[in-house]
């Protein structure tokens, strides 16, 4: 009874041992191919492309570990995804909002660049070109050596960038433009009717943004006098004193802007440098009667 006693006992204190010994710790091991990604705003469209970096390492790229003809995850590991948070064009072409699956299959001469709707694939190797959203052409340029692959956001202006591949010597340019002046203007027509009645800040930054760049004068009009019906102030009334002379009418511009001028000497909360230009414009078009 002793020996027994004291195997039952040696077998709970070995599965006691053993339940105590800790689970195995998790960890991550870093990629060959490092995950990284760029973004862009264009106006107030948001563009971002996540990919991962492979290296040249000493390796024929073109036309050998990247095969010409053959679609390419664009990278490594997971395809590369590009999103837009609006509508765009892409080397002319629409490009609805949203995340894609970029897929390029390259060439010697000519690259085509595709847009796909399987924006979670690994690799290329079920890719279909059947859920293609865009397909586009473009011309490969020689470049500096870059040894990690490497995307680009390049010759920003107010409407449009031009999206770059860099690897190895080439690089692969992506024309994108955005109808920022279109996309604001729908917007606006949006939130100025959602405003409250006692608002008058939507309406006037809608017929401010309209008339500064010269965008349907109608909605300039209409959005202006709404601000100016709400709230008479310096801003209101400069406003529509801008409108009348872009309109020819000079005298009614000048009544306008006096006006403007003295509403805002009398308001604490106008500084000098707003009212400068105001009074500049002014003299500008009283020299013109």
């Known amino acids: 009874m002793r020996v027994r006693h004291s195997l039952l006992l040696a077998a709970a204190l070995t599965a006691s041992a053993t339940l105590a010994v800790p689970a195995r710790a998790d960890f991550k091991t870093p990629r060959a191919s490092q995950n990284a990604g760029v973004t862009q705003t264009i106006g107030t469209t948001d563009l971002a492309v996540k990919y991962c970096r492979p290296g040249v390492k000493g390796r024929k790229i073109w036309g050998d570990l990247v095969p010409y003809d053959k679609p390419w995850r664009t990278g490594a ?77 390049d010759y920003t202006t107010a409407d449009a960038c031009e999206l770059a591949l860099r690897w190895e010597k080439l690089r692969v340019p992506v024309k994108i433009h955005v109808d920022v002046n279109g996309k604001v203007l729908g917007d606006a027509r949006a939130a100025v009717a959602a405003a409250k009645p006692d608002d008058w800040r939507t309406p006037y930054r809608a017929a401010s943004f309209a008339n500064d760049n010269d965008l349907s004068p109608a909605d300039a009009a209409t959005w202006a006098a709404a601000a100016l019906k709400v709230k008479e102030n310096f801003a209101t009334v400069s406003l529509m004193a801008k409108l009348a002379k872009k309109a020819g009418n000079t005298k009614e511009a000048i009544e306008r802007m ?31 009667k």
Not at 125 to 139: A, G, H, I, S
Request: proline share 6%; net charge negative.
């Open 258 to 288: 006096t006006k403007a001028i003295a509403l805002g000497k009398a308001d604490k909360d106008v500084l000098a440098e707003q009212i400068a230009p105001m009074e500049k414009l002014l003299a500008d078009w009283s020299a013109q």
């Open 77 to 153: 590991n997971e395809v590369t995804t590009f999103s837009t948070t609006d509508d765009i064009t892409v080397e002319g072409q629409p490009l609805p909002a949203g995340t894609y699956g970029l897929v390029t299959i390259p060439g010697a001469d000519q690259w085509t660049i595709v847009f796909s709707k399987q924006k979670d694939m690994w690799g290329a190797f079920t890719y279909d070109p059947k859920q293609d959203q865009l397909r586009v052409t473009v011309k490969p340029q020689p470049t500096e050596m870059h040894e990690w692959m490497l995307f680009t956001f």
